[in-house]
């Protein structure tokens, strides 16, 4: 690993997200009996406090912890060492914009 | 052992590294929601073709070996477990995780 503290974060974004994969692979094996439609997801999303915390935290919590795994590949695999940083911020921030944009959309 | 050790590492960081490159994805079509609801109908009612049923189960496995290989990853570092327990364990919970929910998905 490059740094503690980055480590330290990950693992710590995992544990928060073991519950939320749960609890969304639960959601989705309910939700697709009798298949799927957008009105249906937005029936049960819309407007719910709710499902805005879980999935908003959900999608925070995989933009830096999927951001810190794929800095650490880039680094060992590809060999990069200048703009580590950058690489970082740009990939989480926008995992992150799209992912909150998803959650605002749906509820 | 050591070969084994290694394919975990390797399979835990390749279905993490397969599952944040999805995520973009996913979200785009979500997002559709808000912006072109029909889209996100006719995407949904893909969901039913046996293609997409085994890209689901695809994403799920790479989603059980992930968890479990981290929480693997975190029991090496936190409990005093030895070696073999820990891999046997994380890898049962893993298929047995998979296949649950593949059948609750009724993918299978």
New interface residues.
Partial sequence: MLDLRLYMIQRISALIMVPLVIGHLALMIYAIQGGLTAGEILSRTQGSWFWFAFYGLFVLAVSVHGAIGFRVICHEWLGLRQGLGLLTWSFAGGLAALGLYAVVAVT | MRQRLWIAYLLH?LS??L??LF??F???V??????D?ER??TF?AL??QPLVKFAEFGL?FL?AVH?FG??RI?ALEFLAWNETQKTLAAASIAISFAVA?LF???AI
């Fill in positions: 960081r993490g590294l599952l944040v995520l973009p996913h979200f785009y979500l997002s559709l929601a808000v912006r609801s996100l109908d949904l969901t039913g799920v989603l968890l981290g929480l975190m929910t609750l998905l009724r």
